[in-house]
């Protein structure tokens, strides 16, 4: 579209809205004025149909005053003509009155000639002797003339206006006349006034017209005659013009009569839409003139002048730095010309200047070029959208190719084409440099691994080429994919030794435990006491190395579940306040209601870990155990007032075996594994720990917990009926499962040395099969996780008690730490031990097990049995 066609554009539209404006006003002086006739109409009905009511109204009084003479009381047919004879004169002769007995026989009328005549079958007369009033009835043509009238009628009743009707009188208005006195009142040009009947027959009308009386009007009237209330409606009349029509219907008014006023639409809007019409002209006149004024004024002043800027413009475009436009018509336009002008000498300075920039440039990119092209490293350069422009001779001579954008990526080994163009699709939107692994394929044919670095090239603050280069890393990258698997698989078979690694350590702990009351005072049990200690601190490395080893194999998977934080704490308190108490500290445990979401068993390793380490390097003071709300998660702390950690050490406290000021590996100050630990599965539960420490000065261990998407109360446990104690004295039974020959004979001695009677057996069959034939009720199983046959421990338990007691108390002791003996342990309730365990750990745990079940106070079942171990 061009600028003058715009401008004409604008100047129509400028004027559309003054146009429409004016259309709009005559439109409603037009609404306005049809309202008018509507309301004019409205006004002449309101004139005429009182005349229409003034004139019913006086035929009924006169009919009334008949019907009270005593000649019609007495229905006296030579007195009732004698009176109509001397006061006919008196009548308008439009008017005829008909006196009739109840049978309809006429005794007297105002044309003696009728006397004797029937009128019973006339519609009035049978209304009104049937309703008792005055009626107003239908189109009827007079009998002895023929001629059109509209009927009343009133019965006559003798003495009491609540008797039987004795006769009617009537009245004939000739319809002639009344269109004649209608026709006499005043009414507007082509104006019509309508009267009709109830059944829609034409009675009069004005103007008057041949054959118009007696018809019936059309079925469109019917809806005004029908109508509730007076009112007005355009609709065509009966003499074929369209009109506006005001009217009463036959319930208003006078009843059975309907009357009509219509004007001429047409003709009493003529003069509005005349002006109407004038106006439009007026407005196209001059909506045409303003624009042909616009277009002359713009095609002199801004048409010409513009063409004459572009010509200028294209002379440019085309080569001609010469091209001038000068000064043109108009202030305006000449100051654009000179504008234009200073600007093209200025655009032919910088272009000269660009050119020998652009030379230079030209020399610098061949220069970049040749050093790349001879680079001895396969190198290339990239456009600045990241399209490949070229690569070097090395690259080439590598792939034995020319590659171009469209096979760059056939150079890649195909499961790496993904992942290198998402790396290079997020740096090229962002202008950041990138590298990353890639295998290229050689000339032969076979793929060797590359490192490949790309930067970007910044010119006048815009990237004008990237720059890359690809440096073979295959034998760095086999040798560390051998040292990785190695590690793997060293981590593979450490978790997969666990169990039996574990076998032989817990048989050893328990019969060196069986071997203490046959040793009496002296070096004997100096020496078993030597023993057993250096037996737990053998125990603690193993399950330290073991866990390690499992986490880092990866076959540790977290069971997510929702429980409230104080399940937890509980439980760390009912471990640990014993430790911290027999030490002499402070001990406090913050009550927590908060629900949080974790791995309930590895979140509890977690805290036991940093619970034990603090209690350890604490000699005065206390440890406490606090939570804080933060944001989305929980902050479960430990802070102790212990030695500190110093700052320049607080980033290597969780390597493995690393200890503080302690160089000469004493084990009674721990093995340095817990720690390593807890790094490991604070990255396996996304679960951050933060350290706060300064020498001398305690620290704070915090881990950060998610919260529960709902802060929900715990679910109550089934609250189960504790068995009837056994009586004072009597020989406790232990059921003990376990298909390890060496462990389970272990275990039966250390029970017997503790008074148990002892049924062992190797599998849950051989355990249930001895109980039938004992018949006495156990007071604790011990069974093992993993039995032979892929029969597990938890079916043993399940099994006992449902035969005796659904109370006895269960505990699992495994030497398998994976997630299903922790998950069958929650479900059922059963106590979980990781071999190997200590004679003082499992003493610790018989004894819960039976108080709480005895409701008896906690009690060594043992001598020397110690308080439960970390593993618990």
Excluded at 469 to 491: F, L
Excluded at 494 to 517: G, N, T
Aim: glycine share 8%; hydrophobic share 45%.
């Amino acid at each position: 579209m061009s600028f003058l066609t715009r401008l004409l554009l604008l100047v129509f539209l400028a004027l559309v809205p003054v146009c429409a404006l004016e259309v709009w006003n005559q439109i409603d002086l037009r609404r306005q004025r049809s309202e008018e006739i509507h309301e004019h109409a409205r006004q002449l009905l309101s004139l005429l149909g009182g005349e229409q009511q003034r004139l019913v109204e006086g035929v009924r009084q006169m009919l009334e005053l008949l019907a009270e003479t005593s000649a019609a009381q007495a229905l006296d047919a030579s007195a009732c003509q004698a009176l109509l004879t001397r006061t006919g004169a008196r009548i308008a002769d439009y008017l005829s009155i008909n006196l009739a007995g109840t049978d309809g026989v006429i005794l007297c009328s105002t044309n003696a000639a009728l006397a004797g005549r029937t009128i019973a079958d006339r519609m009035h007369v049978r209304a009104a002797l049937e309703s008792g009033g005055f009626t107003v009835g239908e189109f009827i043509r007079q009998r002895h003339n023929g001629k059109p009238a509209m009927p009343f009628g009133l019965p006559i009743r003798r003495n009491s206006a609540d008797g039987p009707p004795i006769g009617v009188v009537t009245a004939l208005i000739d319809l002639g006349w009344l269109e004649r006195y209608l026709s006499e009142h005043p009414l507007p040009d082509n104006a019509s006034l309508l009267v009709a009947d109830s059944n829609g027959t034409v009675l009069a009308h004005v103007p008057a017209s041949s054959g118009l009386v007696g018809s019936t009007l059309p079925q469109r009237f019917r809806p005004l005659l029908d109508a509730d209330a007076v009112g007005t409606a355009r609709l065509l009349g009966i003499d074929g013009i369209e009109r506006v029509f005001a009217y009463v219907p036959l319930s208003a008014g006078v009843r059975h009569i309907f009357v009509a006023i219509g004007i001429d639409h047409d003709a009493a809007m003529r003069g509005i839409d005349d002006a109407l019409w004038r106006s439009l002209i007026w407005i196209a006149a001059t909506l045409m003139l303003g624009l042909l004024a616009a277009y002359l004024i713009a095609k002199r002043h801004i048409h010409l002048p513009v063409t004459a800027l572009i010509a200028a413009t294209e002379r440019w475009r085309s080569g001609d730095r010469s091209a001038r436009v000068g000064a043109v018509d108009g202030p305006e336009m000449s100051r654009l010309g000179l504008s234009f002008d200073a600007l093209a000498e200025d655009l032919d300075r910088q272009m000269q200047a660009n050119e020998a920039a652009s030379a230079a440039l030209r020399a610098s990119e061949e220069r970049l070029r040749a050093l790349v092209e001879n680079a001895p490293h396969m190198m290339w350069v990239n456009h600045p959208d990241g399209t490949l422009e070229f690569v070097n001779a090395a690259f080439r001579a590598y792939t034995g190719r020319m590659t171009t954008e469209a096979n760059r990526m056939e150079d890649l080994h195909p499961d790496d084409v993904g992942h290198v163009q998402a790396i290079r699709a997020r740096a090229i939107a962002v202008g950041a440099p990138h590298e990353y692994e890639l295998r290229l394929r050689r000339a032969d044919g076979a793929y060797r691994w590359h490192l490949s670095r790309t930067h970007p090239i910044h010119q006048g603050g815009r990237i004008v080429a990237w720059y890359g280069g690809a440096v073979d890393i295959h034998d760095i990258h086999r040798a560390r994919d051998a040292a990785e698997e190695a590690g793997r698989s060293k981590s593979r078979f450490l978790a997969a030794a666990s169990h039996d690694l574990r076998q032989p350590m817990q048989s050893i702990l328990l019969f060196a435990e069986v071997l203490r009351p046959h040793l009496t005072d002296g070096p004997g049990l100096d020496a078993l006491g030597r023993l057993q200690h250096g037996l737990e601190i053998l125990k603690g490395l193993l399950d330290g190395l073991l866990d390690i080893s499992r986490l880092d194999a990866g076959i540790v998977a977290p069971q997510l579940e929702e429980f409230r934080a104080s399940d937890l704490l509980r439980s760390l308190d009912d471990a640990y306040a014993p430790l911290a108490q027999e030490k002499g500290l402070d001990w406090r445990v913050v009550p927590c209601q908060t629900t949080i979401r974790s791995d309930r068993v590895l979140l509890g390793r977690m805290l036991r870990n940093l619970v034990e380490n603090a209690i350890r390097y604490t000699d005065r003071g206390g440890v406490t155990v606090e939570c804080t709300l933060q944001a989305d998660h929980l902050l479960i702390g430990v802070r102790d007032s212990g030695c500190g950690i110093p700052a320049d050490q607080i980033h290597r406290i969780f390597e493995e075996l690393y200890q503080i000021e302690n160089p000469e590996r004493d084990r009674n100050q721990g093995l340095g594994l817990g720690l390593a630990i807890v790094r490991r599965l604070s990255d396996l539960l996304d679960h951050p720990v933060t350290v706060h420490s300064q020498s001398g000065q305690g620290s704070l261990f915090s881990i950060a917990v998610p919260l529960a998407t709902e802060d929900r109360a715990a679910e109550p446990q089934p609250a189960e009926a504790a068995p009837a104690p056994p009586e004072r004295g009597e020989t406790r039974l232990a059921v003990v499962v376990d298909d390890d020959p060496i462990v389970l004979a272990g275990m039966e001695s250390i029970l017997h040395a503790w008074k148990f009677d002892v049924i062992a057996a190797d599998s849950t069959d051989h355990a249930v099969e001895s109980l039938e034939r004992d018949g006495r009720r156990p007071d604790i199983l011990i069974v093992d996780y993993r039995l032979r046959d892929k029969r597990i421990g938890t079916e043993a338990i399940l099994r006992i008690r449902a035969m005796h007691d659904p109370a006895i108390p269960g505990l699992i002791v495994t030497g398998e730490i994976g997630t299903e003996p922790q998950n069958d342990a929650l479900r059922y309730g059963f106590h979980l031990l990781h071999k190997p365990v200590t004679p003082r750990t499992l003493a610790a745990a018989l004894s819960r097990h039976l108080a709480g079940s005895d409701g008896e106070d906690r009690t060594a079942v043992a001598d020397g049995a110690g308080r439960p171990s970390a593993d618990l």
